[in-house]
């Protein structure tokens, strides 16, 4: 089910909505449609004519890219709260990437037609989206940034940080596999299972099946600054 005033609730604690003012944020929401997505359902392909903008509700997505060689590897995930699709819109461009749900998804979709109308009629908006872009693009620079950094534990342990700010967890916690956490930290999956057992054995992580759950954020801070 759907409800606008809890719509506009969750997406008003997102860091760019959020920062918004209201008449962009109620001008924004009218143009909005509801779509809901059953895991493992594609919001859009890599190579897509882009076709609007998508802000996650409830659920959970999946972003991946190719390699040079053709293989999509995941970039990162992302839930509640989560915008997505306003570069390729813009740009006039093809999609970057693929973004596909990893659980019941509801989303809110702006047709690019419509806020293109919405821009016309408001210019200044113009610069409301290219906030979003910002944004988007901080997440980029974040994630490539820890890729970047040596040693593969202080690698998974920073992405675990970052996943642990985001809206993929449920009841404290972080909902993702293994196969995938691994390819976000470029590591092969045997190494991405001794260095959990290692932060579990520490007693900075509990593991489940599909999950984890971050115990003590502050000794993981301490455990990548080392």
Not at 124 to 133: N, P, Q, S, V
Not at 156 to 183: C, F, M, N, P, Y
Request: include cysteine.
């Amino acid at each position: 089910m759907f409800d606008s005033d809890e719509d506009m609730r969750i997406l008003t604690q997102t860091e760019w909505f959020g920062a918004r003012d209201s008449r962009f944020q109620n001008d924004l929401m009218t143009v909005a449609v509801h779509r809901t997505f059953d895991s493992g359902e594609t919001l859009y392909h890599h190579g897509d004519q882009a076709n609007g903008i998508f802000a996650v509700l409830s659920g959970a997505l999946q972003i991946t890219a190719p390699a040079d060689d053709g293989r999509e590897f995941v970039l990162h995930q992302d839930g509640s709260g989560f915008w997505i699709g306003d570069l390729a819109l813009f740009s006039g461009a093809k999609r970057l990437v693929s973004v596909v749900t990893t659980q019941k998804t509801r989303t809110l979709f702006f047709p690019g037609s419509r806020v293109a109308r919405l821009v016309r009629k408001n210019p200044e908006y113009i610069r409301d989206f290219y906030a979003l872009t910002h944004e988007n693009m901080k997440t980029a620079l974040r994630i490539m940034a820890n890729l970047a950094v040596t040693g593969s534990e202080k690698r998974l342990v920073l992405r675990l940080l970052h996943l642990d700010e985001g809206t993929l967890k449920s009841d404290g916690w972080i909902v993702v596999s293994q196969e995938e956490l691994a390819e976000m930290v470029a590591v092969s999956q045997p190494t991405l299972h001794r260095h959990l057992h290692h932060l579990a054995d520490l007693g900075l992580v509990e593991l489940g099946y599909g999950r984890l759950r971050l115990i003590d954020r502050r000794k993981l801070i301490s455990n990548c600054q080392s």
